[in-house]
């Protein structure tokens, strides 16, 4: 297909919410809700509104959620978008797109697939990554990730013993819930944006607007503070280095006319 839209975006002068999720808070339970929320509100104003168009992302991941300098949440790099939806229906798509460990499982055991249900997993894989500094699979195929797969066969005590047992993570149960319907193997057993909003998890306590943007300027001002330090380490060790180095140059003095190496 052809498409004919282009997309114009603001300049985002912060960093990724990858580059944060480096630094765990004690705010992370609230950070995660505040941004699950936020990826929420982003689909109902814009990807819903996408959708609505016909369009879907199908590369969303921690890299691609950006912030602006006052820290709103932005999604960016539709660089994969594709039409999924026009006036006669839902367009099945088969394209192989997006980012491993990030792509619902009809995507990576190529299938056809709805652009919108994609869009879904994808967000199921962030708020797990927020939750656990890691993702909760390296691929979303049961057939090679074995973790993935206590999953789909709903074996769910299993899969949630190995993050405890392996990384010492423990989840409430609501967490749990929200997760594995997320994550559901089937399109049609995923779960919602509607029903996100009314999960139990989502309506938990979280930080408002003001107070995320507060905490989320001390993360980074931490994150500037370590590269910084980082760089006047690295700067202070290429100089002892060369200076160990200019210290075993061989020398030269002369006696009697012959050249010695000392």
């Known amino acids: 297909y052809k498409m004919d839209t282009s997309l114009i975006m603001s300049l985002l002068e912060k960093d990724s919410l990858k580059m944060l999720l480096e630094l765990v808070s004690d705010l992370l339970l609230k950070v995660s809700r505040f941004f ?6 982003i689909f109902i104003i814009a990807l819903e509104d ?14 691609n959620l ?18 999924f939806k026009d006036e006669k229906g839902i367009i099945p798509l088969d394209d192989t797109f997006g980012t491993q460990g990030f792509q619902a499982p009809e995507i990576v055991l190529k299938k056809t697939y709805n652009g919108s249900k994609v869009d879904i997993f994808s967000c199921g894989v962030v708020l797990f990554t927020l939750m656990g500094s890691c993702q909760p699979f390296k691929e979303a195929n049961p057939f090679k990730d074995m ?11 299993d899969y949630w013993s190995f993050w405890k047992r392996r ?17 559901a193997y089937k399109p049609e057993e995923r779960i919602t944006i509607q029903e996100i909003k009314d999960h139990p998890w989502y309506k938990g306590p979280v ?12 993360l980074k ?20 280095a060369k200076k160990m180095k200019e210290q075993k140059k061989p020398g030269f003095w002369a006696m009697n006319g012959v050249h010695v190496t000392i």
Request: glycine share 6%; charged share 40%; no cysteine.
């Open 147 to 157: 973790l993935y797969a206590s999953l789909v066969r709903k074996r769910y005590d």
């Open 66 to 83: 950006l912030f602006d300098e006052d820290f709103n949440v932005k999604i960016g790099d539709f660089g994969l978008a594709g039409k």
């Open 221 to 240: 001002k931490k994150v500037d503070d370590m590269v910084k330090e980082e760089r006047k380490q690295q700067k202070e060790a290429a100089a002892k």
């Open 167 to 183: 990384m010492n993570l423990e989840f409430s149960e609501e967490f749990k819930d929200l997760v594995q319907k997320m994550l």
């Open 50 to 63: 996408v959708h609505n168009q016909g369009i879907t992302h199908r590369d969303l991941k921690v890299e």
């Open 36 to 41: 699950l929320r936020i990826v929420d509100l």
């Open 207 to 218: 930080l408002d607007s003001e107070g995320m943007k507060k905490s989320l300027n001390e």
